[in-house]
């Protein structure tokens, strides 16, 4: 492999200047699209029985507000420093520090490509049944598991360059535009949103718990904003595209989860869901998201592939097809289970993480190139474990309190005051060693 061709693809090394090219319509097509998907309707669905809609939309708006702040806020670590995610906390943690967080970025990436694998087979079967019956050959749920799979893997393999501006910006993002809009109408077309807007919940859910599963959406894609990110053109382009681009569609699908439960799916069953989706617009809409919950595979299949990537020397592109297949393996052999828990843990580790990684790039370093310390920061990781300690102490005991922001500020601050009072901020990198 070329020296040029290992700066542009190697996840270890800035990407070289003339492959920043996403501006901040590229970027909002792409966080736009991964904050629409099956997945983001069914959390808001978990919202719902317990919230109500006028609740359960605040909850939405309020923690989703925040979460796109710190996602943009991290994504520009990517555009400053050319860096992949995972290699960008080698700054912050140290050589060996970066290595846990990498690892755990990978499994939950596994786990995350495997979860959308399995919502997509599972919605596409049931549809499928409905249509031709159970028995047809077009209800197997091996066969849309192997179909999607190879889909998402296609595109990973393509990567990000490739499919946010030959396919996203090109069209993409206007079939999901016109998808959301049609579902929207549908809903104030046959629901009484009025009378749904003044029913209180049942309580069954607090609303910090409801704000905590909101914040996690855009807060799950923290450990890998930047591999995208990085290809951006400039910082200011790269915030405004990836807020905007997730808060609108994130607030809307979830929000439209809520609203498509309370008034077609009372039960708040993921099935009944479906089917009151798949009423609108002859199940056009329901199929375009269903389709764009590949892309949310795609990212992290990709992702997952760059962590592995720091580690081997292999081509990203080819990783990725391995990733894909593990996810697609994983997916064919496990049920659905439950993912609000999923959500909750991945919150307790990355949350106080980027707690520590904004504060050490914008505070301490002040968005400057610095030398990677070849071992461990002992302050950063000494706040982001205190961070995951805070987040499961709250959780278990205070959950009415909630966990995510009160562990991220936490970390952030623990580690602001630890390297000031044992004075190790990182070295700033001479100006002739940087890329």
Same mark, same amino acid.
């Given at each position: 492999m070329s020296s040029t061709k290992l700066t542009q693809y190697s996840p270890d090394l800035p990407v070289a200047h003339?492959?920043?090219? !996403?501006? #901040?319509? /590229?970027?909002?097509?792409?966080?736009?699209?991964?904050?629409? %998907?099956?997945?983001? !309707?069914?959390?808001?669905?978990?919202?719902?029985? %317990?919230?109500?809609?006028?609740?359960?939309?605040?909850?939405?708006?309020? &923690?989703?507000l925040v979460g796109v702040l710190l996602l943009a806020g991290a994504a520009v670590i990517g555009a400053d420093t050319g860096l992949s995610a995972m290699a960008s906390l080698k700054t912050s943690l140290g050589r060996h520090g970066a290595a846990l967080p990498a690892l755990l970025n990978l499994l939950q990436l596994v786990g995350w490509g495997a979860f959308e694998l399995i919502v997509m087979r599972d919605a596409a079967s049931l549809l499928a049944a409905t249509r031709w019956g159970e028995g047809s050959a077009w209800a197997s749920p091996l066969a849309w598991t192997v179909a999607f799979g190879v889909l998402a893997t296609l595109l990973a393999v393509s990567g990000p360059l490739t499919f946010v501006r030959?396919?996203?910006?090109?069209? *993409?993002?206007?079939?999901?535009? #016109? #998808?959301?809009?049609?579902?929207?109408?549908?809903?104030?077309?046959? #629901? /009484?949103?009025?009378a749904l807007w003044t029913r209180a919940g049942d309580g069954s859910l607090a609303f910090a718990a409801g704000f905590d599963i909101a914040i996690a959406m855009p807060l799950s894609w923290l450990p890998l904003? +930047? /591999?995208?990110? =990085?290809?951006?053109?400039?910082? *200011?382009?790269?915030?405004?595209?990836?807020?905007? %681009?997730f808060l609108l569609g994130n607030v809307w699908?979830?929000?439209?989860?809520? +609203?498509?439960?309370?008034?077609?799916?009372? *039960? &708040?069953?993921?099935?009944?869901?479906?089917?009151?989706?798949?009423?609108?617009?002859?199940?056009?809409?329901?199929?375009?998201?269903?389709l764009d919950e590949s892309e949310n595979a795609f990212a992290d299949i990709h992702s997952a592939a760059v962590s592995v990537g720091l580690l081997v020397r292999f081509k990203v592109e080819h990783l990725a097809g391995l990733v894909g297949l593990l996810c697609t393996l994983i997916a064919a052999f496990a049920p659905l289970a439950q993912y609000q828990n999923f959500l909750l843990l991945i919150g307790s580790v990355f949350a106080p993480l980027f707690g520590v990684v904004l504060v050490d790039h914008y505070l301490?370093?002040?968005?400057?190139?610095?030398?990677?310390?070849?071992?461990? =920061?002992g302050s950063a990781l000494v706040a982001w474990l205190t961070g995951i300690g805070l987040y499961q102490a709250l959780a278990t005991y205070w959950p009415d309190l909630g966990a995510t922001l009160p562990s991220l500020v936490a970390a952030g601050l623990l580690h602001l005051s630890l390297a000031r009072l044992l004075n190790r901020a990182p070295a700033e990198v001479p100006a002739g060693s940087r890329r």
């Open positions: 003339e492959r920043r090219v !996403l501006g #901040a319509r /590229d970027l909002f097509s792409l966080w736009f699209s991964l904050g629409v %998907g099956l997945m983001v !309707l069914q959390t808001g669905a978990l919202l719902a029985p %317990g919230l109500g809609l006028a609740h359960g939309v605040l909850a939405i708006v309020l &923690g989703t030959r396919v996203l910006r090109k069209w *993409g993002i206007w079939l999901l535009l #016109a #998808a959301c809009a049609w579902l929207t109408w549908n809903l104030f077309a046959r #629901a /009484d949103l009025g904003i +930047a /591999d995208y990110s =990085r290809f951006g053109r400039a910082p *200011g382009k790269v915030f405004r595209g990836t807020a905007l %681009g699908l979830m929000s439209l989860g809520v +609203a498509y439960t309370l008034a077609f799916a009372p *039960g &708040g069953e993921a099935n009944a869901l479906l089917m009151a989706l798949a009423g609108a617009g002859m199940g056009v809409p329901l199929l375009l998201i269903l301490l370093r002040q968005r400057r190139a610095v030398s990677v310390n070849p071992g461990w =920061r």
